[in-house]
């Protein structure tokens, strides 16, 4: 009977370490398996995924925030996020102001952290082009139904080239871009009324030049902007697309263009630009606009009360957050004011304006990552509603209190040392999403305390009258191979063409748009009126 005994519980142990080798056999691999990343239980728990995801560095840390990669946010992500799934976060610093030329070199030496990100969409086209994206269909549909929820198919389709996913567009809640902005003490000064059409402007920025409400002695700039290149807040963008004709849809595809591309080829186009070159040989723009190349003497000279109006980004944290421009304005030249206007109308009245697509930033997964599946599960724990709601507005108590069941922003300097970059850490939204336009708008203006009214009509004025840009679902070639040398080429034209003599406007214009069309100009031209055709056949 023991014999027998023996030979059962021998048997038995065989048996039981053929099952462990089977179901050994049959588990998935850890690597890039979100699933697989929790602890094993009693056997001991795997050494934590490293998740390597990219954030902007602006360079605007308050004193004792801490660096972007090691803050207040940053660790409560890890907190929430990163801990209870075993991952390690690790956020790798790219600077805002050169962020394709770096992301460029991390991509192109398999350097690219598992999570990257950019609005140029040139860039994207190159990727998709190279292969150097991984495709994300079954990924978000395996992994991410918060993601899913929130950003919606619309959203979603903006990420799809060639029939297949390889973004994913962060989910925009208010399109607009640029507005304009006037002092309102230099006009009841001198009892003007505010400007409502562009001769209405140009008639403003004559009186403030000649009798110089401000009293600057002589520093007056009445109309004022920084260099072209897409890295500043100011433009004189909206004026100049102003004068732009009414365009066919074939041709309103083939002559537009993104990335900072100047639109030299539209009709009136020429006009808008000939129009700044008489307010800069009249004086009435900043001489010196060209070597702005970064913004940072724009914002002196309305800070120090030299400047009447100006067109930049609405309701923008470098204008109207404590601290900034319009405080250090008030400080400099009390009783000093800004006001928004919308003054720059076309032939038929309207003033208008491109806007944002529905999309904000472009989320990407290399093609280099060993961790897709947890990078997809980061973004869909981010989705969450009250994930996204702390990661847009703050903690109750600490960064916000709610009023109406609106948050509004605490602007105590401990507030601001925890709360400063984190609509570059919340990457699957752009803005704040309340369920409305109207009460996104009233948000946004909340989170300026001291500025609400004229963020809240910055706002309304740079909406009005909004276009999108058109869209392709695969690269335009053109683009890709053009892109940069045509936007030192666009911004070179308008630089050039406004600091010419008058009598010279015509020929340096026309010689430049010239070689811009030789450039590549042409060719992209060509081409998006190719894909128009192909699109609507």
Not at 396 to 417: C, F, R, S, V, W
Not at 449 to 469: F, M, R, S
Not at 493 to 522: M, R
Request: overall charge negative; hydrophobic content about 35%.
């Amino acid at each position: 009977m023991k014999a027998k005994q023996r030979k059962w519980l021998l048997l038995l142990t065989v048996v039981m370490l053929l099952a462990s080798m089977l179901s050994a056999c049959s588990k998935p691999a850890n690597e890039g398996n979100s699933e697989q990343t929790g602890n094993e239980g009693s056997g001991g728990s795997k050494e934590p995924v490293t998740l390597k995801v990219e954030v902007f560095d602006r360079g605007n840390a308050p004193a004792g925030a801490g660096p972007v990669t090691n803050n207040f946010w940053t660790q409560w992500i890890q907190k929430n996020f990163g801990d209870p799934n075993n991952i390690k976060l690790e956020f790798v610093p790219v600077p805002r102001n050169q962020e394709v030329d770096k992301l460029n070199v991390l991509m192109s030496t398999g350097d690219a952290p598992d999570l990257v990100f950019t609005y140029d969409m040139n860039t994207i086209y190159n990727y998709v082009k190279d292969g150097g994206l991984t495709e994300l269909d079954g990924l978000i549909a395996d992994n991410a139904p918060n993601l899913k929820k929130f950003l919606g198919d619309e959203v979603l389709s903006y990420g799809i080239f060639e029939g297949k996913q390889y973004t994913i567009p962060a989910k925009r809640t208010l399109q607009f871009t640029q507005s304009s902005y006037i002092r309102k003490d230099w006009l009841d000064k001198l009892g003007l009324p505010v400007p409502t059409t562009t001769e209405q402007f140009y008639d403003t920025m004559k009186a403030f030049k000649e009798q110089d409400p401000g009293q600057t002695g002589g520093k007056i700039i009445p109309y004022s902007f920084s260099a072209m290149n897409g890295t500043t807040i100011t433009s004189p963008g909206v004026l100049i697309s102003s004068f732009v004709k009414d365009l066919t849809e074939e041709d309103f595809y083939a002559l537009s263009s993104a990335n900072y591309i100047p639109e030299l080829t539209k009709p009136g186009y020429k006009e808008g630009v000939q129009f700044m070159n008489k307010m800069y040989t009249e004086g009435l723009i900043n001489p010196d606009f060209a070597l702005d190349k970064d913004g940072k003497q724009f914002e002196s000279d309305v800070s120090n009360g030299y400047v009447g109006a100006f067109t930049a980004l609405a309701a923008h944290p470098t204008l109207m957050q404590s601290g900034n421009v319009f405080d250090t304005l008030k400080k400099n030249v009390p009783g000093a004011e800004y006001i928004a206007i919308d003054p720059f109308t076309n032939e038929a009245g309207k003033s208008p304006k491109a806007i944002y697509d529905p999309t904000g930033i472009h989320i990407m997964i290399p093609k280099t990552s060993k961790h897709a599946a947890e990078a997809i599960k980061y973004l869909d724990w981010m989705s969450q509603p009250d994930v996204l709601f702390a990661l847009t507005n703050g903690l109750e108590g600490q960064h916000y209190t709610l009023e109406n069941d609106i948050p509004k922003a605490i602007t105590t300097d401990e507030a601001k040392q925890t709360f400063y970059n984190n609509s570059d850490l919340a990457i699957v939204i752009n803005g704040k999403d309340f369920g409305s336009q109207e009460k996104n708008i009233e948000v946004v203006s909340l989170s300026f305390p001291d500025y609400t009214e004229l963020a809240k009509q910055t706002i309304i004025n740079a909406l009005k009258d909004g276009y999108t840009l058109p869209r392709f679902d695969r690269p335009i070639e053109a683009e890709i191979k053009y892109a940069k040398t045509l936007k030192d080429k666009g911004e070179e034209t308008l630089v050039k063409s406004i600091l010419a003599k008058p009598d010279q406007f015509d020929k340096v214009f026309e010689s430049n748009v010239e070689e811009f069309l030789k450039l590549g100009g042409q060719a992209v031209i060509d081409e998006r009126r190719t894909a128009y055709k192909e699109m609507n056949n």
